[in-house]
């Protein structure tokens, strides 16, 4: 039973650093363009713009 | 359209069609700091990986540009520079990338908005936190039940409680506001027993656990929180994104004006216009603000604010109001009014008279939870009453009363409308169609009677020649003429004759027509005085004569071509039984020839607004429910005033703004799907509320009865709440 004087608190720790780094990333706008956001990642910055997609 | 033939143009994964150029003096939304220029763009087709980083680097690459970024879910383009770049450069930039583009005044309501959709994501994702956590403590004292010491299930509680106590303040906060203030006028809303139920389990939970007791609710009060926040975040993120739509819509709208300082024309604001400025309109330009017309004499387009299909001469000492399009001829005017009053104050006042009608609308959520308040609060009284009556302590009988409020909080029924809207929304906003409002569906789905106006919503708005075997020869060669003209008539004789070459030399007359010489003869296109056709000048239909020399005159015929899907609309309506009704400001036999070819019998012509406004009344007098459809400035009044209203894209900003919601799209198509989606999104709603209704009944004994612990609330609060989501996402949209 003392593990979980341990235990308790690292989950609530784990939680809430979880919860701190999401309310970050709403305050920091990460949530305002979805689509973007899954479309940046496709752009390849050192060719030209066009083979993107193809 | 010189982008469709470049392949280059628009998406390249081709997901969205190269739009049309359109060049306007944009300069005007510039926002300029120290720091450098802001313009914010809203920028259309953009529809992949592709079209991000072409319109970015393009932008990009132009001079002093400091930023470029482009947020693809909503298609706002944001730009910086330093620097003397023009604005038009950089929407023209986008625009030849084959993209639409339209600048974009960022309002306050928006950015009150997306502050306020924040802060129940963050409240949210705190009761998810406190919710989680705290469960994984109360699962651990249920299963432990009767082997837990009771110092570990004390320890247990007094966690909970740090968690849960915080957690429920902070996020509980925007229930308890709203309670409050409900409450100091002396009404109550849902918030009321929600604000309740928390504060109360709170309570009881703390003295349980200060006093070493067995059950303690901290659970049930944050997981309550969670599930309410859902709902209160969907409906607040549907209401935005409709919002932004709206705006999007209104923004492709032309905004600018040319104002003449001295001898200098600059590109203002339509709202910078104050009465008495002296602006210019150029040719095919449409107005945004009422002017008395100086200088100049062409012809206008008023078909948006009167329904009169035909253009109207204008001359100096004529008065244009907003809404209508200059033709042939730049015009110069003295406006009479600011722009905010511009449109009509008139309209405006019958507007506020309209909303504040549909204000008093109570949806089916309100008579819910009229009905749901005093019953579960008189059975929580009974409760407490009736234990304490039985001989019970007043401990325990708190507790169950307690219990029982808890058990009953309306967490299904405050899901039960928000599920269902969103879900309805999002299907019908990609088919094009906005909504406004989330209850514009429930009103939508009650309607028995259609009220359509005739021009650009029945029709295009847009005449179009009635081909004959024997104009073809005569129409290439009055198309000569008319390829020179802006007039509506000219260019829909250009579109039946297709591509070829100009006359030289054509001059304009307005409220006449065309003339020009070509090979030494004298050619007239144009109305039937103009080419010496007294006879049939009385005639009023839509039509051209062309005269070449002393030759016959001869006649082309228009008509204002129906919208595709016009027929079938007004069919399926009436075999709905339905009623169908055109009510129109246009001209007598304009609206006979379309009434027929609809079959439609119960018709009106030449309707002022007023008249219309009218109508309206007399139909709501009989009772009827009426879904009124409309674009003109003629018919925001109406709009408003009806049950429920839709306009088209095209539509004036005034009537868009005074409509349920917006549809996209040459077809009427769209007005079908709605009123479908909107009589499926009702019945949902209301086999959502039976359910939560269901519910209650069955849980309620079990609480009154003291059986309900901490563990039975909690599956009976998080079941209730996932059958209502998943009704709402059961299959049955796909039609949509």
Same mark, same amino acid.
């Given at each position: 039973m003392e593990m979980l004087a341990f235990l308790i608190p690292v989950a609530l720790m784990l939680g809430l650093v979880g919860l701190v780094s999401f309310i970050w990333a709403v305050r920091e706008g990460q949530f305002d363009d979805p689509d973007g956001a899954a479309a940046r990642i496709l752009i390849d910055e050192d060719h030209p713009a066009e083979q993107a997609c193809k | 359209m010189t982008a469709a033939g470049n392949p280059s143009a628009g998406c390249p994964r081709g997901l969205a069609p190269a739009e049309q150029a359109h060049a306007s003096?944009?300069? $005007?939304f510039v926002r300029r700091s120290p720091e450098g220029n802001t313009l914010q763009l809203t920028v259309r087709g953009a529809k992949c990986a592709g079209c991000l980083s072409k319109i970015e680097k393009s932008v990009q690459a132009l001079?002093?540009? +400091?930023q470029a970024r482009l947020?693809?879910?909503?298609g706002r383009f944001d730009v910086r520079w330093r620097g003397d770049l023009s604005a038009n450069d950089v929407a023209g930039t986008v625009s030849a990338l084959g993209y639409g583009v339209a600048p974009f005044a960022p309002d306050a309501a928006d950015s009150a908005a997306k502050s306020e959709e924040r802060k129940l994501l963050i409240a949210m994702a705190v009761a998810a936190f406190a919710a989680a956590n705290v469960m994984l403590l109360s699962v651990s004292i249920w299963s432990g039940h !009767?082997?837990? !010491?009771e110092t570990t299930r004390r320890v247990m509680h007094a966690i909970s409680g740090a968690i849960a106590l915080p957690a429920a303040l902070f996020s509980g906060r925007i229930f308890f506001q709203s309670a409050w203030s409900v409450l100091r006028r002396g009404h109550a809303n849902m918030d009321v027993p929600i604000s309740l139920a928390v504060l109360l389990a709170l309570g009881v939970s703390v003295t349980e656990t200060i006093r070493g !007791?067995?059950?303690?609710?901290f659970d049930a009060a944050v997981m309550l929180l969670f599930f309410l926040l859902i709902g209160r975040f969907l409906d607040a993120r549907l209401r935005r994104r409709t919002h932004a739509a709206a705006q999007d819509l209104a923004a492709l709208q032309a905004r600018t004006v040319t104002r003449l300082e001295g001898t200098e024309a600059r590109s203002v604001r339509a709202d910078e216009i104050i009465a008495g400025d002296i602006v210019l309109v150029a040719p095919g330009e449409r107005l945004t603000v009422d002017i008395d017309v100086l200088d100049g004499v062409s012809e206008a387009d008023e078909s948006l604010v009167s329904g009169e299909s035909l253009p109207r001469a204008v001359a100096p000492g004529a008065r244009l109001f907003a809404g209508s399009i200059n033709l042939t001829q730049p015009l110069r005017g003295r406006a009479i009014s600011a722009a905010s009053d511009s449109l009509l104050a008139d309209i405006a006042r019958m507007l506020e008279a309209g909303e504040q009608r549909r204000s008093k609308y109570r949806r089916i959520a309100d008579k819910a939870v009229s009905l749901y308040i005093p019953l579960v609060h008189t059975t929580a009284a009974l409760t407490l009453i009736g234990w304490l009556l039985a001989g019970a302590g007043v401990r325990e009988a708190i507790m169950i009363a307690v219990s029982t409020l808890i058990i009953t909080c309306p967490c299904a029924l405050a899901l039960a409308a928000p599920v269902v809207q969103v879900v309805a929304a999002g299907r019908l906003f990609r088919k094009g169609v906005f909504l406004r409002s989330g209850d514009a569906l429930e009103r939508i789905a009650e309607c028995d009677h259609v009220v359509f106006d005739k %021009? !650009? %919503?029945?029709?295009?708005?847009e005449p179009e020649l009635v081909r004959s075997p024997h104009d073809q020869d005569k129409l290439q060669r009055a198309a000569r003429l008319a390829r020179a003209s802006r007039h509506p008539l000219s260019r829909a004789l250009v579109a039946a004759a297709g591509a070829g070459s100009v006359a030289a030399h054509v001059k304009e007359h307005p409220g006449l027509g065309l003339e020009a010489e070509i090979n030494g003869v004298r050619c007239r296109l144009g109305s039937a005085e103009w080419v010496g056709?007294?006879?049939?000048? $009385? +005639? +009023?239909?839509l039509q051209l004569w062309y005269v070449e020399g002393d030759s016959s005159p001869h006649r082309f015929l228009f008509e204002d071509a129906l919208r595709p899907g016009a027929g079938d609309v007004v069919e399926t309506l009436r075999r709905r039984g339905i009623g169908v009704e055109i009510l129109s400001g246009d001209r007598q036999d304009a609206v006979a020839t379309i009434a027929s070819a609809l079959s439609v019998t119960d018709w009106r012509a030449g309707a002022s607004p007023a008249d219309k406004v009218e109508r309206l009344e007399q139909l709501r007098a009989e009772g009827r429910k009426v879904l009124m459809i409309g674009d003109g400035l003629n018919d925001a009044a109406s709009l408003s005033l009806a049950h429920a209203s839709l306009a088209p894209g095209g539509a004036m900003d005034v009537s868009q703004s005074a409509s349920d919601g917006v549809y996209t799209g040459a077809g009427l198509g769209a007005i079908l799907t709605m009123i479908d989606a909107s009589s499926l999104a009702r019945r949902r709603m209301v086999q959502n509320f039976s359910l939560a209704a269901i519910y209650n009944f069955i849980a309620v004994p079990i609480a009154v009865a003291g059986f309900a612990t901490p563990l039975v609330a909690a599956i009976a609060m998080s079941g209730s709440s996932i059958i209502v989501t998943l009704n709402a996402l059961r299959p049955g949209w796909k039609r949509f």
């Open positions: - | 003096d944009i300069s $005007a001079p002093g540009v +400091t947020n693809l879910s909503n !009767g082997e837990m !010491g !007791g067995e059950h303690a609710y %021009t !650009g %919503t029945l029709t295009l708005g056709e007294e006879a049939s000048a $009385a +005639t +009023t239909s």
